[in-house]
């Protein structure tokens, strides 16, 4: 009777998970994970931004930087434009400088924090030129109420009847803010108006002068 050799079949060894290509899987999916980590983290530019940019047209218009008043679209606007130059001309600048203190951070991660910083920048300089711009507009709208009181005792007691009776409907127009204002009065029937210069700065008796009977409204397109 012939013998029978048997032979064991080899099994496939399962990989070993410390093996150098384990550990290579292992270390792509760490570094995509701190990749991921550093985009969250570094993700604060665009909801800034549009925080930012509602902020600044609050701003703007409780505070304005120039002139009288500002809308609160006319402050998103300005702030808009602001905001994208500040993004465009100073977050390569600002990660740059970043990363001289944090060379951990990835590049992109520093530009979208120095893009941030710019942001939060330009919304506090605008704020604080609101605020220095404020003691103006004051100083503005005292002297715009000191012009109408000053308009109003004076057509009341030099005007002719058909404007005295509607003293109490003025109509003001601003030619140089702070010392220079056209007030005018309608006539009781509507047909005509009688106006005056208020020159604010000059002595009470001295400051109203007769301005003819042109309305604001077709003297302000002369002036435009």
Not at 18 to 46: I, N
Not at 142 to 159: C, K, M, N, Y
């Amino acid at each position: 009777m012939s013998a029978v050799t048997v032979t064991e079949g080899r099994l496939r060894p399962k990989q070993d998970l410390t093996s150098p290509a384990g550990g290579s899987l292992d270390r792509m999916e760490g570094a995509w994970l701190a990749r991921l980590r550093w985009r969250q983290r570094g993700a604060w530019l665009w909801p800034t931004f549009v925080a930012a940019t509602a902020f600044d047209g609050v701003t703007g218009h409780a505070l304005p930087q120039a002139g009288e008043t500002q809308s609160v679209a006319g402050g998103v606007i300005a702030a808009l434009v602001l905001n994208v130059l500040a993004v465009l001309l100073l977050s390569r600048p600002l990660g740059a400088v970043l990363r001289r203190f944090r060379s951990d951070l990835p590049v992109l991660v520093a530009r979208n924090y120095g893009g941030t910083y710019a942001v939060v920048a330009v919304a506090a300089v605008l704020l604080a030129a609101g605020l220095l711009h404020r003691p103006t507009v004051i100083a503005h709208q005292r002297a715009l109420q000191d012009a109408i009181t000053r308009a109003e005792a004076f057509i009341g007691d030099r005007a002719p009847a058909p404007f005295r009776e509607n003293v109490t409907h003025l109509d003001t127009f601003t030619i140089q803010p702070g010392s220079i204002y056209r007030t005018c009065v309608p006539s009781v029937d509507g047909t005509r108006t009688y106006c005056v210069i208020v020159k604010t700065q000059l002595p009470f008796a001295r400051s109203v002068t007769f301005a003819g009977y042109e309305s604001n409204a077709t003297f302000a397109q002369g002036v435009n």
